[in-house]
């Protein structure tokens, strides 16, 4: 007896048809009625009854479907037990984001990282503060990293790296043949504004202190929004240095008389034990320049 002979039998118990088991099961008809035929030569006798309205179990099909699906299942198990012995051996590190870090720095570091422990498997989670900060504390996360400051009695927390902020327009944009802009021209250009932005605040008091307003023609939580609304020419978006990439069609300048600069940092929750390859990890990290 063949998986696919009980992967076809239960099909066909499912759709009561043996065109539509076929279909849902990705072989062709008469394949799925030769393994049938296999399989009741095999257990001595009929299993299906057909009809016009398509088929139905005899006796012995009815008898044998709680076996059948029986089998089915110990054999998914056994396939997920193995799984997870497979995975034992892989070191999964989970890794949460702040929604704008800058993934040059971060991915080169992990990479190196990598390469010191191929077995390592990481996932990285794009998130917002708070829900990072969350799920880091419910022990889902090996390690958080964000611009925002927390409390060190709750969190192991390291320096990475700092960044200044630069305009970002497109090259098509007025701006795009200056050096460096000032709070001026700024004032006087359509701005792609981050609510979720550390340094927002700052920005705009140290702005309004000069006598000078900002206009928001877009507003979004996203970066990636922002960026391809400047890409079109919709405005100027000021980013970490970190988060802007590196492409022919968009130009970044310094702030002239803003002097913002964030501080990025690796987290870990005090309360949760450290493993040997998320040290290794932050090790990596802070060797970031």
Known sequence: MQMNQIRY?????????????????NVSQPSLTSSIKKLEDELGGVLFLRDRA???????????LPHLLNVQQQTREAKAKAIRHVRLERVPITLGVGKTIGQAKISEAIERFRTLQPRADIELIVEDQQTLLTVLREGRFDMVITASEVSPEIYRV?????????????????????????????????????????????????????????YAAYRSNHVDWLLELARKGAGCVILPETAIPEEAGLVSMPIEGVGIERQVFALRYRHQPSRPESDQLLQELTRIM
Request: charged content about 20%; glycine content about 4%; aromatic content about 4%.
């Open 9 to 25: 039998f239960l099909a066909v118990c499912e759709h009561k048809n043996f065109t539509h088991a076929a279909r849902a099961t």
């Open 54 to 64: 398509g088929c139905r179990l005899t006796p012995l099909g009815t008898l044998m």
């Open 158 to 214: 390291n320096p990475l790296y700092q960044e200044g902020y630069r305009a970002v327009v497109s090259i098509k944009h007025p701006l795009s043949h200056q050096k460096s802009v000032t709070m001026e021209m700024l004032a006087a250009t359509d701005m792609l504004d981050r609510p979720n932005c550390e340094m927002r605040d700052i920005l705009h008091k140290t702005i309004a202190e000069h006598g000078h307003t900002l």
